[in-house]
């Protein structure tokens, strides 16, 4: 089996009902997956990069999942990209 990687960017999950239903089905049906979600993790917006960078480099498969917000990915998500995927990295 593929090692998934899914990276929740919504920046309230508590609050959400789609998102949160979305990755409520993907826990029951992939439960070998590894579900990350950056508003728990990193509510102060301080990314493990290290951490991060490790994550992405076990992944076969890799899933962005976030509403989109104006045209665009959520302030969480986007500064995990910045900082995640660094010159050298990837």
Partial sequence: MKNVLIISGH?????SVANKTIL???NERLP???????DELYPDFKINVEA?????LRADIIVLQFPVFWYSAPS???RWM?????????
């Fill in 82 to 90: 910045e900082e995640t995927f660094r010159h050298g990295f990837s």
């Fill in 11 to 15: 920046t309230d999950l508590a609050a």
């Fill in 52 to 56: 991060e960078q490790q994550r992405l």
């Fill in 24 to 26: 409520e089905t993907l």
């Fill in 32 to 38: 070998e997956a590894e579900i990350v979600k950056l």
């Fill in 76 to 78: 969480i998500l986007e």
